[in-house]
């Protein structure tokens, strides 16, 4: 069960969403200034350049990493459930051989501020097209982690008919 929204609640999103949306603004602006403060002029501005290029070069490659919701800090779990159609791999629920079936995708991670930090550990299981949809040995039981487990499962079901009607 999700938590009821209240006004608290909502003031401790919005909040934790713009200090998400603003320090990395305060972050660059801090790496272009703090030199002039430490060093002669001549090395603080190359300093400062270099430190706001750095900035941006690690924002640019951070810019596609799945985010959380914006007050999330600790450890979370994240599910991803996609189809599979391709290769000959082994159902990991009933070990017969399939060219297609469902993927679930997990990991574990380190989050702050809705950002992984660091992933703990990660990993894929594929399942056939009996297990999947009799809902036997999938791996994960709803009720194991309720409440700390994200999926994006909501279109898995109807993704997964499409596919096996096209064979």
């Not at 969403?17 to 703090?34: G, I, Y």
């Not at 070990?95 to 950002?115: E, H, M, P």
Request: hydrophobic content about 40%; overall charge negative.
């Amino acid at each position: 069960m999700s938590r009821p929204d209240d006004v608290l609640f909502r003031a401790r999103v919005g909040t934790f969403a713009l200090l998400r949306s603003v320090l990395p603004l305060l972050l660059l602006v801090s790496l272009l200034v703090w030199p002039m403060f430490v060093f002669d002029p001549p090395l603080a501005g190359v300093l400062g350049w270099a430190g706001l290029f750095i900035g941006l070069f690690v924002l640019w490659v951070v810019r596609d990493v799945p985010l959380y919701q914006a007050h999330t800090f600790g450890i979370e779990e994240r599910l991803d459930d996609t189809t599979f159609d391709g290769p000959r791999t082994q159902c990991v629920a009933c070990s017969t051989a399939c060219t297609q079936g469902l993927r679930r995708r997990y990991t574990r991670q380190f989050v702050c501020f809705g950002v992984p930090i660091h992933t703990l550990e990660w990993g894929a299981n594929d399942y056939c097209p009996e297990c999947t949809l009799s809902g036997d040995g999938l791996g994960v039981h709803s009720d194991a982690h309720e409440g700390n487990e994200k999926t994006n499962s909501e279109g898995t079901d109807f993704e997964f008919e499409g596919a096996s009607d096209r064979s």
